[in-house]
């Protein structure tokens, strides 16, 4: 049986199974080819922490085990399971190659997969991956499960390294007038690969760029009740202040109780404000 969430807003006293909450959403209809629909996921302690480092050391950032839950993970693949297109980055296929994070480019749950087929998606999405540096290696899952894969730099990036993935096979998508790539000149080449929903497994800084730029439907957190601190770590926002203020919308809010373990978690989900229709 389906462990049973508590739903806190909009206001009710039900609850509702954990498995299939976040496919009742149907995302994968909510964007078209001239307006993909661009979705998030994050799962943050209550201090605000998604990741944690080590600069005195010079170690890689690493998600804190405490943070993590089956029940996260489950609304995870789901949310994945909606996506014809990952977008993630260069710094986590290099922690994938280290084996620092696991394969997540991949819905491997068969449930999950027969979900896709039976609405109209292919049993993989596509990923793209972005990158300023273009130096990461491309794991063979992606070949194995016959996923398009393509690459998003900027016009400046180093050409030999251009040279080098397109001698690879793999198409470049020119997606900023410098080295970084920018949030809404990628939607646009993904819009002319017809995308329709789009699900960003990046890290906080493609995140800024896409809330910058405006891309951004929605964004979805999981907040676990505990605190984690730590002097160096990530938060969702690390970049430079907003010119405007960014509002969003609270859609809707699950609380599970006592995972992890003799705490608890809140589900939500926001609209951003530049996205809802009026």
Same mark, same amino acid.
């Given at each position: 049986?389906?462990?049973?969430?508590?739903?806190?807003?909009?206001?009710?006293?039900?609850?509702?199974?954990?498995?299939?909450?976040?496919?009742?959403?149907?995302?994968?209809?909510?964007?078209s080819?001239?307006?993909?629909?661009?979705?998030?996921?994050?799962?943050?302690? *209550? !201090?605000?922490? &998604?990741a944690?480092?080590?600069?005195?050391?010079? /170690?890689?950032?690493? #998600?804190?085990?405490?943070?993590?839950?089956?029940?996260?993970?489950?609304?995870?693949?789901?949310?994945?399971?909606?996506a014809?297109?990952?977008i993630?980055?260069?710094?986590?296929?290099?922690?994938?190659?280290?084996?620092?994070?696991?394969?997540?480019?991949?819905?491997?749950?068969?449930?999950?997969?027969?979900w896709?087929?039976?609405?109209?998606?292919?049993?993989?999405?596509?990923?793209?991956?972005?990158s300023?540096? *273009? !130096?990461?290696? &491309?794991?063979?899952?992606?070949?194995?499960n016959? /996923?398009?894969?393509? #690459?998003?730099?900027?016009?400046?990036?180093?050409?030999?390294?251009?040279?080098?993935?397109?001698?690879?096979?793999?198409?470049?998508l020119?997606?900023?007038?410098?080295?970084?790539?920018?949030?809404?000149?990628?939607?646009?080449?993904?819009?002319?690969?017809?995308?329709?929903s789009?699900?960003?497994?990046?890290?906080?800084?493609?995140?800024?760029?896409?809330?910058?730029?405006?891309?951004?439907?929605?964004i979805?957190l999981?907040?676990?009740?505990?605190?984690?601190?730590?002097?160096?770590?990530?938060?969702?926002?690390?970049?430079?202040?907003?010119?405007?203020?960014?509002?969003?919308?609270?859609?809707?809010?699950?609380?599970?109780?006592?995972?992890?373990?003799?705490?608890?978690?809140?589900?939500?989900?926001?609209?951003?404000?530049?996205?809802?229709?009026?």
């Amino acid at each position: 049986m389906s462990k049973q969430l508590l739903k806190l807003y909009p206001l009710s006293t039900q609850q509702h199974p954990l498995q299939g909450l976040y496919l009742t959403h149907r995302l994968n209809t909510l964007g078209s080819t001239t307006a993909p629909f661009l979705y998030a996921n994050f799962l943050s302690s *209550l !201090d605000g922490r &998604i990741a944690l480092k080590d600069s005195v050391q010079n /170690q890689p950032s690493y #998600i804190p085990k405490q943070l993590t839950t089956a029940s996260d993970f489950r609304l995870f693949m789901e949310l994945h399971a909606q996506a014809d297109c990952l977008i993630t980055h260069g710094g986590y296929m290099r922690a994938l190659s280290e084996k620092r994070l696991g394969n997540i480019l991949q819905v491997k749950n068969e449930e999950l997969v027969e979900w896709r087929c039976n609405n109209g998606l292919k049993p993989q999405p596509a990923v793209v991956i972005a990158s300023a540096n *273009l !130096d990461f290696p &491309i794991p063979p899952s992606l070949r194995e499960n016959h /996923q398009d894969c393509f #690459i998003a730099t900027g016009k400046n990036a180093d050409v030999e390294r251009i040279r080098y993935w397109q001698d690879q096979g793999y198409r470049i998508l020119f997606s900023g007038e410098e080295q970084m790539v920018q949030g809404a000149a990628l939607i646009q080449q993904l819009k002319t690969l017809e995308y329709k929903s789009i699900y960003l497994i990046a890290g906080p800084k493609m995140l800024g760029t896409m809330i910058r730029e405006k891309q951004l439907s929605r964004i979805y957190l999981t907040v676990t009740h505990q605190f984690i601190g730590g002097l160096d770590f990530h938060t969702l926002w690390s970049g430079p202040a907003l010119t405007e203020e960014t509002k969003l919308r609270l859609k809707s809010l699950y609380y599970e109780q006592g995972s992890p373990s003799g705490s608890g978690q809140f589900f939500m989900y926001f609209d951003l404000q530049q996205t809802l229709q009026t």
